[in-house]
């Protein structure tokens, strides 16, 4: 996945299908190698809010893109050096929440249509409306 096609869908210039194509081709297998994710990275740093998320998880609800994809896209967050948000301003904090949730949902909440308008709702309000039905299964047990 290219960092400047996920930037460029959060200044709204990538449409949803663009966005779902690069994603598709990004195989699960290649996720485990970091370096495969991130095909490139920007060329300044990128300032991430909780709407560029609002925005994703906007494009879930629209079956724009898969819920899986969050997965992808957190990969890319994390291990770009140019995504950038601060992690002790109430904004910045709820970024990082949302995103190191959805990079490793096997320990944290399943990705699925429900749990993404959770994190909407969180995104937007802080309120957290999450529950024990959210969690991955191993996370449960």
Not at 18 to 25: G, K, N, V
Not at 34 to 39: F, G, I
Not at 41 to 68: K, M, N, Q, Y
Not at 89 to 114: D, H
Request: charged share 30%.
């Amino acid at each position: 996945m290219k960092a400047e096609t996920l930037k460029g869908f959060f200044e709204g210039l990538v449409c949803p299908a663009y966005l779902a194509e690069e994603l598709d081709q990004t195989d699960h297998d290649e996720r485990e190698e970091a370096d495969d994710v991130l095909t490139d990275d920007l060329s300044a740093d990128f300032i991430v809010t909780p709407d560029h998320l609002i925005s994703l998880c906007d494009a879930v609800i629209r079956e724009d893109i898969r819920p899986c994809h969050l997965e992808v896209i957190a990969t890319v967050l994390v291990r770009s050096e140019r995504f950038i948000w601060d992690p002790t301003t109430r904004a910045g904090s709820l970024v990082s929440r949302v995103i190191y949730a959805w990079e490793a949902p096997e320990i944290n909440y399943v990705l699925s249509p429900g749990s993404v308008r959770k994190f909407a709702r969180l995104l937007k309000t802080g309120e957290d409306t999450f529950d024990a039905s959210d969690w991955s299964e191993v996370s449960r047990g």
